[in-house]
């Protein structure tokens, strides 16, 4: 019995220390959480009491180094912001003029900044409104995401979602049609 006294004794030793160390990575884990949350609420107070501070000269006379590189700072995100919103507008722009459309009336190639079909006059405010108009509600989509998805797909381009039950339900909706005739 001596035996298997010494592995027991060994299994249950081997249990509390794997709890033990269990338990021990769960504590520093909630530590390390809490101390996240400790210094987000700090910072949270520390630019709430920046704030509140930066109009009275009295409490900035001994931090006026820290006051001017936090607003040298803040000047220069505004100009990076700025710098942000011109770019990305000229990509817009840039988006927008190089877009290509289709002509309702003959199919040719229209640019965002032509006039008119070049094939066959049409303007481009209504090759535009064609464009923008709503795709036939018989279109096939998507059961998961709602991707448009052309015929004989069998997965989704979008979310790659398996397309075949949309073909049994089609089917069955149709035995269901037909029966009813």
Do not use: H
């Amino acid at each position: 019995m001596g035996f298997l006294d010494t592995v027991t004794s060994a299994f249950n030793k081997g249990t509390a220390s794997a709890k033990r160390t269990g338990r021990l990575a769960q504590l520093r884990l909630q530590a390390n959480d809490l101390l996240r949350q400790r210094r987000d609420l700090t910072a949270q107070l520390g630019a709430s009491l920046y704030e509140t501070v930066k109009e009275i000269p009295e409490l900035r006379e001994s931090r006026e180094p820290l006051f001017a590189s936090i607003e040298d700072i803040d000047q220069k995100r505004a100009r990076i912001d700025e710098e942000i919103a011109e770019i990305e507008a000229q990509i817009e722009a840039q988006r927008a003029s190089s877009m290509t459309f289709k002509c309702p009336s003959c199919g040719a190639d229209v640019s965002s900044g032509d006039m008119f079909c070049s094939t066959c006059g049409i303007s481009i405010e209504e090759v535009k409104a064609a464009y923008a108009a709503p795709e036939p509600a018989d279109s096939l989509t998507c059961s998961v995401c709602g991707a448009t998805l052309s015929e004989g797909d069998r997965f989704c381009m979008v979310c790659g979602a398996k397309q075949e039950l949309i073909e049994e339900v089609e089917q069955a909706a149709e035995a269901v049609a037909s029966e009813e005739q």
